[in-house]
Nanobody, 124 residues
Framework: QVQLVESGGGLVQAGGSLRLSCAASGRAFSNTNMAWFRQAPGKEREFVAAFTWPSGTGPSGNPEYTDSVKGRFTISRDSAKNTVFLQMNSLTPEDAAIYYC????????????WGQGTQVTVSS
């Protein structure tokens, strides 16, 4: 069974940085689309960033970012640890939300697996 466990959230001042981690387990993640979403109070969950886990040891495929985080956030992975990261720099209060890691298996349309979320709070 696929499990995704996020960590790394916390309180940071505006302009600061955080690195979120998502430990993935339960299967091989080759060709799996891994993503970060976020949900702020009173708002719908929104896409933040994603990439496709390669079948080998090459670079992650097709990294994507929502416009508001381009140039500030970076999604990456550690294949040896089956972990996905979201490096967040130059944080603003608008980035405050619960951040979720998600996985979409090959051939699937929806993200089937979600973590429990990690809270990011940004003080102004």
């Amino acid at each position: 069974q696929v499990q995704l466990v996020e960590s790394g959230g916390g309180l940071v001042q505006a302009g600061g940085s955080l690195r979120l981690s998502c430990a993935a387990s339960g299967r091989a993640f080759s060709n799996t689309n891994m993503a970060w979403f976020r949900q702020a109070p009173g708002k719908e969950r929104e896409f933040v960033a994603a990439f496709t886990w390669p079948s080998g040891t090459g670079p992650s495929g097709n990294p994507e970012y929502t416009d508001s985080v381009k140039g500030r956030f970076t999604i990456s992975r550690d294949s040896a640890k089956n972990t996905v990261f979201l490096q967040m720099n130059s944080l603003t209060p608008e980035d405050a939300a619960i951040y979720y890691c998600a996985a979409r298996l090959p051939g699937r349309i929806k993200f089937d697996y979600w973590g429990q979320g990690t809270q990011v709070t940004v003080s102004s």
